[in-house]
């Protein structure tokens, strides 16, 4: 077993997921078979190579400090499912 | 005339001639959707209205003789690209109500180029599949066999080309998302270097990998897509700055003197016998234009799925967190306080397969499994990047077949995960070394199902791609079907 129904529900709140009962245990299954999938990385020695996090080499991007246009406040509020004024709306936060 | 079968070249020449008009080839397109999407089920959406006036401002363009690449040629969009004022939804629930105040940058370097906008293709949710089936709106069906997938994740965008309902279309590509749902759709569809296009306005799925690209019904079609779609972005942090030769230059030449790798490790038990043949034909066939094919090995290609399944769902769970109901798309209702409303809204919002991904995504970063996971990928990844430098000492292109199999049943592989990802097998390896791909097509199966043939090139080789698939294709003389729909 690779990974437990209980890591399965901690992970799913690290990821911020509800899951209902029946998807835990199909997940917990599906997960294991993946991950012994994975293990067969542990066939090759890794110890000394670099790992590669991007296949093109790029360094940092940078521009001009200059002010250009974005597209503001109304836009940005357009998608927003609960708005109050110019500000997103949420359930309280403490109690 | 039926305007939607022909390509943007034929199209274009018949423009300037004055024997089409851009109106007359956008209804041609529509009343082919009329006819066959109820079936095929390739668009998210339709755009006509907007296509409509957009042909007829084309028309007045014309008139005045101002004609550009793509005045006239009715496209659709991947709906992962965002399009000002148009839902885009990633096929996901998630962002069933989102409109993009944006456009993404190859969207408006198509409508600079004069291209009318169909609609927006459907998709696995998220671009996390290989079938079309996990889009949120109902699976597209393979234009050749509707009982059948028409790959994926763009499977919308393969399919709207294979039925003419389009001319051509947009797809992403993050482990075969262009390239499997192009063979298994009998078009060609190709994946650029990594930073080659701008992915500004793509949502994103695993940024490290993912990269826009066209489907066409020809090569010559590829090229001029590509002169639209390539170039530097500031928009884009990611994107390269580097001269953009004439892709359309490398069509029609020749291949004589070429090395064409044939990799052992791609041609391994499970693959289907009809693949095999289709394949060893297409070598034939490049032997017998001038170029000459040589045993190559990728030691690491039986490791890319596993890498893939690391890093892909790992930079999926990190690009996901911005779905959260504060700010656009879904929100749960009925809750109380934030933490509940995060993961009410996510776990109702996110699909399975969406939800396995980020599950398996956070798990590798998590304390105490990211030495195991995450960053053992990373380093098996960099042996398979070293694996192609390797392999383009000894030749020009590499050449493979694309799938193993050619199109699956709608629900064969719903079930078992492992399986619907090994289906990626021989396409994930170019998105891990940031390396351009390309499928052609290479024949079809005894059922008459499309069959395709993969070439991968060193970066920004895409010119060599689009000159190895033009000799190809010009020497192949693939008998042109239709699918009878």
């Known amino acids: 077993m690779k990974i437990s129904p209980q890591e399965v529900e901690y ?30 990385l542990n066939e090759l020695d890794t110890g000394s190579v670099t790992p590669l996090s991007h296949a093109i080499a790029v360094t940092n991007a940078f521009r001009e400090d200059t002010v250009e246009d974005s597209i503001g406040t109304e836009s940005s509020l357009a998608n927003a499912p609960d708005i ?3 500000f997103f709306r949420v359930p309280k936060v403490i109690d | 005339m039926h305007f939607n079968q022909l390509t943007i070249h034929e199209l274009q020449k018949k423009i300037k001639e004055g024997s089409a008009t851009a109106t007359q080839i956008t209804e041609s397109v529509f009343s082919r959707i009329d006819a066959v999407e109820e079936r095929v ?28 690449p793509l005045t006239g040629i009715p496209v659709a969009l991947k709906d992962i690209l965002c399009t000002k004022g148009t839902l885009t939804t990633c096929g996901s629930r998630i962002l069933h109500n989102f409109i993009p105040p944006y456009n993404a940058t190859v969207v408006e370097k198509l409508k600079a180029a004069g291209a009318i906008f169909v609609g927006k293709a459907n998709m696995d949710e998220f671009a996390m599949g290989s079938s079309t ?32 309902e389009c001319i051509a279309s947009l797809g992403s590509d993050t482990g075969g998302s ?21 992915r500004f306005g793509l949502i994103a799925f695993a940024s490290s990998l993912d990269q826009i690209g066209p489907f066409t019904k020809d090569v010559e079609d590829c090229a001029i897509m590509m002169n639209v779609l390539a170039g530097y972005d500031p928009k884009e942090s990611t994107s390269v700055d580097m001269a953009v030769p004439d892709y359309r230059e490398f069509v029609g030449r020749d291949i004589k003197g070429w090395k064409i790798g044939i990799p052992k490790e791609y041609f391994i038990e499970g693959i289907d016998p009809e693949v095999t043949a289709a394949i060893k034909k297409a070598i034939s066939v490049i032997e017998q234009s001038g170029g000459q094919c040589v045993d190559i090995s990728l030691p690491h290609t039986q490791y890319c799925v596993a890498v893939y399944y690391i890093i892909a769902p790992a930079e999926a769970s990190s690009n996901l967190a911005r779905y959260d109901g504060v700010r656009y798309g879904f929100r749960a209702t009925d809750v109380r306080e934030l933490l509940e409303m995060y993961k009410k809204s996510r776990g ?25 996971y995450y960053k053992k990928g990373s380093q098996v990844r960099a042996l398979i990047k070293k694996d192609f430098e390797e392999a383009f ?43 351009p791909g390309v499928s052609v097509p290479c024949g079809y199966s005894s059922g008459g199902l499309p069959i395709g043939l993969q070439f991968l090139a060193g970066h920004f080789e895409e010119g060599k791609l689009i000159q190895v698939s033009s000799a190809y294709e010009t020497n192949a003389k693939i008998e042109k079907r239709r699918p009878a729909l």
């Open chain 2, 41 to 68: 089920h390739s668009y998210i959406r339709l755009m006509k209205e907007g296509a409509l006036a957009d042909a007829a401002k084309a028309d007045e363009d014309i008139q005045k003789g101002d004609i550009k």
């Open chain 2, 393 to 435: 000492k000894q030749c020009d292109v590499i050449l493979t077949p694309t799938t193993p199999t050619p199109a699956f049943k709608i629900g064969e592989k719903t079930d078992d995960p492992l399986q619907m990802y090994l289906s990626d097998v021989f396409t994930i390896s170019a998105n891990l070394a940031g390396i």
């Open chain 2, 348 to 372: 109702q919002g996110f699909g399975a397969e969406v939800k396995r991904r980020v599950m398996i995504g956070t798990y590798a970063l998590s304390a105490g499994y990211y030495d195991a």
């Open chain 1, 84 to 86: 109050r004024g110019d």
């Open chain 2, 178 to 198: 262009i390239r499997q749902p192009a063979a298994l759709c009998g078009v060609i569809g190709m994946k650029p270097t990594y930073g080659r296009v701008s």
């Open chain 1, 11 to 40: 992970v799913a709140h690290l990821a911020r997921l509800e899951l209902a009962e029946e998807e835990k245990g199909k997940l917990t299954a599906q997960l294991n078979n993946i991950l012994i999938y994975i293990d067969k």
């Open chain 2, 133 to 164: 089936e996990t889009s949120c709106f109902g699976p597209t069906r393979n234009p050749w066999d509707l009982e059948r997938i028409p790959g994926g994740s763009s499977g919308g965008s393969a399919a709207a080309v294979a039925a003419d």
